[in-house]
Structures are given as structure tokens and as C-alpha cells.
């Protein structure tokens, strides 16, 4: 049933027999583990020091996604890859990977910090997400905010606790358009509590909601669009930050029961 409404964004549709849908063609060959990565420079140079197969590939008319298969200290098989960007590829990348097998996600990226005072490299676990992107309304009924799965978010906060390691939890504000995040915009999202500012967690949180999929992000806190002018602060070639993080993510995976 077609839930109409005056804007075609918020119109919903609660039939979930699309006409295409990638387990239609997609066979269930991966691992049900995976790690999913922005960090392209950071993760072909763990697939050149581990030597990581390819196990498939996520598919594009522009690019192709390999997928590699990391093998955990327990002889535990991952997933280990690049997705596509923003929210509509975002979406894709999970319905492919659930398509074909994966059931459990831990995503790592970085994002713009709108809080003034910010440390580049600071861990935030994103609990819910400002749906300012359209993808999550072909997904989820049209609301302000989607939450991450809280036994995903609930489990990554306690082993990080119990590491030791300095993180903060908080709502992320998700957006389609990297030019558009004006000052007026930036002070209304601090002020409903959004700590960062990225263009794929709404989707990936809906996508979780709909199918029922254990997921939940690490961000490191990046460039700074909390003033009047943009502060990049080399956010983009902190190599050690992503190294780390995307380590961590894996461990995090491992132990994940």
C-alpha cells in the first residue's frame, strides 16, 4: 500500500515485493561476517601485506567493488571491502552483500566534526542518524531520525569500554550534497544534537532496520565544519588513524559472538 503524500519523498510504499531485488540474481557465497571500509589507500595496502583473495565483487556501470576475505587469529573467515558512496550506494552495497550471504556488519569511515573544539581521530559511535538524504524513505516510513541497531551499537560501545579506548556515542546527521552544508544548516543540527556531519549512516541504519541486520559504525572525527569557514585539518591523509580504525573494526568483528 502506497502511503500518499503532497512531496514524492514522503511517500511510502509498504509492499517490499520490488520488482528487482538482488536476491533474485545474487547466490549466498560470502562469509556472514563483514567489514566495510572507506579507507581505499588503507585497505589495499593490507590486502598487498596479507596477501587477502578476492572471494567476489560488488558490481557497477562505473566501478567494480572487490570483496576480500580476511582470515581472523580464530581461522575465522571476514568480508573486507571498499562499498560505493553516499546513501543510494550505501543502500546498493548492503543489498548486495545480504544477497549474497553476509549477515553481520561493521562499517568504518570518517566524518566532519560540527562541534567546535573537536580532536581529529576521535572514535564516535553513531546511535542514530538525521535522515537528511532520500534513500531511507524507500526503506523506512518518512521520520526525522533512524536509529542504528542498538544490539550492534550496544556491542560495539561495551568493547570499546572494555579496550580502554576514548569514544564518544551520538547522533550523526546524514546528508546527499558535500557543498550545501551551510552555517545556518550546521548550527540547526548541533542543536538537535548531532555531533557529525556524513553521507551514508541513515542508509545504512535503515537498510539494517529493514532486514533485520545486526550493523553498527566507528567514525574518527575528521575535518571541522563547526565555524564560518571550512577547516579540512588533512582529515583526508591521516594514515595511521585509518590503519588503526580499520584494525580495530576487524577485531571488533572477530569477537563478535
Known amino acids: 500500500m502506497i502511503l500518499e503524500h503532497q512531496y514524492p519523498i514522503c511517500e511510502f510504499d509498504t509492499d517490499r515485493n ?5 536476491a533474485g540474481f545474487l547466490e549466498k557465497t560470502l562469509p556472514e561476517k563483514c567489514v566495510i571500509t572507506f579507507f581505499r589507500k588503507e585497505l589495499l595496502q593490507l590486502v598487498e601485506e596479507r596477501q587477502l583473495p578476492v572471494i567476489g565483487r560488488l558490481y557497477s556501470e562505473v566501478m567494480d567493488s572487490p570483496i576480500y576475505q580476511y582470515t581472523a587469529g580464530n581461522g575465522e573467515t571476514i568480508c573486507l571491502l571498499l562499498p560505493f558512496m553516499t546513501a543510494p550506494g550505501a543502500a546498493t552495497t548492503i543489498e548486495d552483500l545480504h544477497a549474497m550471504g553476509c549477515e553481520r556488519f561493521l562499517i568504518c569511515g570518517g566524518a566532519g566534526s560540527l562541534r567546535k573544539g573537536s580532536r581529529v581521530g576521535q572514535i564516535v559511535v553513531p546511535t542514530a542518524a538525521v535522515r537528511d538524504e532520500g534513500t531511507s524513505y524507500h526503506y523506512l516510513p518518512p521520520a526525522r531520525e533512524v536509529e542504528c541497531h542498538r544490539g550492534a551499537a550496544d556491542y560495539v560501545l561495551a568493547a570499546l569500554e572494555k579496550l580502554g579506548l576514548p569514544h564518544t556515542a ?13 552555517p545556518a544548516l550546521v548550527e540547526r543540527r548541533r542543536e538537535e544534537g548531532c555531533l557529525t556531519v556524513e553521507m551514508e549512516a541513515a542508509a545504512f541504519f ?11 559504525q566507528l567514525l574518527y572525527i575528521g575535518d ?11 582529515w583526508d591523509s591521516r594514515k ?10 576487524l577485531k571488533l568483528m572477530e569477537e563478535w559472538a
Request: aromatic fraction near 10%.
Open 206 to 216: 535503515a537498510l539494517s532496520e529493514y532486514y533485520d541486520l545486526p550493523l553498527s
Open 18 to 22: 520490488a520488482v528487482i531485488q538482488a
Open 170 to 182: 551520538g547522533k550523526t546527521w546524514t546528508t546527499d550534497v558535500a557543498y550545501r552544508e551551510t
Open 224 to 234: 571541522d565544519v563547526s565555524g564560518r569557514e571550512w577547516d579540512k585539518r588533512s
Open 240 to 249: 595511521s588513524i585509518r590503519e588503526n580504525l580499520i584494525a580495530l573494526s
